[in-house]
């Protein structure tokens, strides 16, 4: 039995097992291998055109890459079909750097012509300080039907009154459970609360002598261990828990931070002491990367529950190989404390300031968020269109019991708060939130700092002296 859990792991072990769990990552893909090169012979074919934008996006879009990848060189050929006279090409930034990136680029006059994939935690910061262009003059005049968007969706790309980009995308989160492992001990529903989530956990628990081989749940990760993928707490973050505990982190109309609500410290604090049970943040870290292998470690068996994003489990499949066999698995409501919530995020097509070709960058803005693309997405890769008119006809929904319970818990799903400072809001609470799990801070103290600083900048905005 491998000991994943330990300081005196052999990193060359390590290393080749990473190599065979990315090999056989590689032999499974939503696209086959002649759907791959046909995509980029397309791409490759789509060139001399009389006008060639150029889309920012935190993936790659190559033969090797992964299914969004993939999914987004197609949507580009599909418009340069229609568009005879414009070329798409793509331009990568890493997600952590994305904001600082577009920033950097637009103040610098060499702005990319549309942002593709924006979400709601950038845009608020980047319209704040005048780097992307608001769209609702241009749907109005182009007689969109704005009203066919969620409007928590649309809500998302709205900034002081003004809409920035068209939401085309969203998720939220729900909870997945190893079958296998559940069968194993003798558990035959998943948890509904927080309490339940912990007694289950320590049933899942394996250990190999004084060295855990697996672990029930960990609600928070590190943010250094993974971020949305890597960490045994998946894609939830302090977000997921405050929301659950009854707290939020900003008042109705977004003049005061709360991230310090007591019910989010009350939060904050159970995520730590979950975390401590297993030895706490340094020795988790240490767990999720010996034990991950490169690959989320829901999928490598090293965790038996995990919040993550809906659309997830259609990727599962991607680090199986001999070593680590398909994962069997079943979603579920996230379980919580007070309140049931979920969290969403929502991708936008924006058009930052400086671009050089406006008409034809807002085009594929709008293409984006056609019918056409929103159900190829939702097609390809279980994503969620914001034209909820759209549900009901999305082929591979059906029967899909991913997007049942993803759906289920739509009618409590909440987003970030619009601050034109939202980057510090998302990098702060962060910053605290590791800062408790290493015990660098009390939770009180750390989220009281943070709330403080958030509140300084916000403060600065509505004063006009950002």
């Known amino acids: 039995m491998q000991r994943y859990w330990g300081k005196n792991f052999d990193r060359r072990t390590l290393l080749k097992r ?40 935190p993936i790659v879009a190559t033969a090797e890459t992964d299914d969004r990848g993939m999914a987004f060189q197609e949507v580009y050929n599909r418009f340069m079909e229609q568009y005879p006279d414009i070329g798409v090409e793509w331009a990568y930034s890493p997600w952590p750097e994305y904001t600082q990136a577009l920033s950097v680029a637009i103040g610098g006059g060499n702005a990319p012509d549309v942002a593709t994939w924006i979400d709601d935690q950038r845009i608020p910061s980047l319209a704040a300080n005048g780097f992307l262009r608001t769209v609702d003059d241009l749907a109005a005049n182009d007689g969109i039907d704005l009203t066919e968007i969620d409007p928590i969706a649309l809500s998302s790309a709205t900034y002081a009154g003004h809409l920035y980009g068209l939401p085309y995308y969203w998720d939220d989160r729900i909870l997945f459970h190893n079958t296998d492992y559940f069968t194993e001990a003798g558990i035959e529903a998943p948890p509904t609360s927080w309490d339940e989530a912990v007694a289950m956990s320590a049933e899942l628990d394996r250990k190999d002598g004084d060295i855990y081989t697996r672990v029930g749940w960990i609600p928070l990760s590190p943010s250094s261990i993974g971020g949305s993928v890597g960490g045994g707490g998946g894609n939830s973050f302090l977000f ?27 939060a904050l604090e159970w995520c730590v002491k979950v975390s401590d049970q297993y030895g706490g943040a340094e020795e988790q870290a240490n767990f999720i990367e010996q034990a991950s292998r490169g690959a989320p470690p829901f999928a490598t068996g090293a965790v038996a529950m995990i919040n993550q994003v809906s659309g997830f489990g259609v990727n599962l499949d991607s680090t199986a190989s001999e070593e680590d066999p398909k994962i069997n698995w079943a979603p579920s409501i996230s379980p919580y404390n007070t309140t049931s919530a979920t969290w969403s995020g929502v991708l936008s097509a924006s058009l930052p300031v400086g671009t050089k070709y406006p008409e034809e960058s807002w085009e594929l ?77 009390d939770p009180k103290d750390a989220l009281d700092e943070a709330n403080a600083k958030i509140q300084a900048g916000l403060d600065k905005y509505l004063s006009g002296n950002s």
């Open 365 to 441: 803005a709008k293409f984006m968020l056609s019918p056409e693309i929103q159900s190829y997405f939702a097609e390809t890769l279980l994503w969620i269109p914001t034209r909820r008119s759209l549900w009901e006809s999305i082929a591979a929904w059906e029967g899909n019991q991913e997007m049942a319970v993803a759906l289920e818990a739509f009618p409590t799903t909440h987003i970030r708060p619009p601050l034109p400072n939202s980057q510090e809001l998302w990098d702060e609470l962060l910053r605290a939130s590791d800062a408790a799990l290493y015990h660098q801070a």
């Open 18 to 57: 990473t190599v065979q769990a990315s090999a056989g990552a590689a032999a499974f893909s939503i696209y086959s291998a002649a759907e791959r090169s046909e995509i980029m012979a397309k791409a490759a074919a789509f060139q001399d055109r009389k006008v060639t934008i150029k889309a920012i996006q």
């Open 240 to 266: 997921m828990y405050g929301w659950q505990n009854g707290g939020e982190f900003a008042n109705a109309d977004f003049t005061q931070v709360t991230v310090n609500d007591p019910a989010i410290v009350e």
